[in-house]
């Protein structure tokens, strides 16, 4: 891809050296005659550079946003892209914060259950049907004999549904016998 800088030129070659027009010059290049004939100003951004540093040194944590409302509201008229460029001109670009990582507690391995019913194991799975249209089980499942207790299948499977899915198989086989997961699941 040819830059405007590129285009400029072969547009100058062809206006001057090739004896054509301005409009039939730009016309054969592909450029716009208001891009041909566009000067870049000079612009004085000392004072603007220097205010900016300033109130990046008095505020480190502001991005190039914030110092832009900031200078607007000093009555600057100054727009954001000119702002976002001195600011990455002038290094102040500030670093993104990483989050903070939980440090992992010690780890406890799991009890092994010893006989039917005394732990059970919950377990969510999903999948899409032939038709694009997504579905969820929940498996219930018996944490010794890994006996399927209950899978209830539905694209939606909110807490409620949950909860009745563990009173109904509870009614049939009874809470496992560890209390201390009838309290954890809410179960009663």
Known sequence: ?????????????????????????????GMNRGSWRYRKRKRNEARLRSRLLELAAERPRFGYRRLHRMLRREKWIVNHKRVYRLYREEGLAMQRRKGKRLRAGTRVPLVQ??????????DFTRDSLASGRKIRTLNLMDGYTREALWIEVDTSLPGLRVVQVLERVSQERGFPENDSSRQRTGVH
């Open 1 to 29: 891809m040819v830059g405007p800088q590129a285009k400029r030129e072969a547009v100058r070659l062809a206006h001057e050296e090739g004896q054509l027009s301005e409009r039939r010059a730009c016309g054969l290049i």
């Open 113 to 122: 259950p010893t006989r039917m019913n005394q732990m059970w194991t919950m």
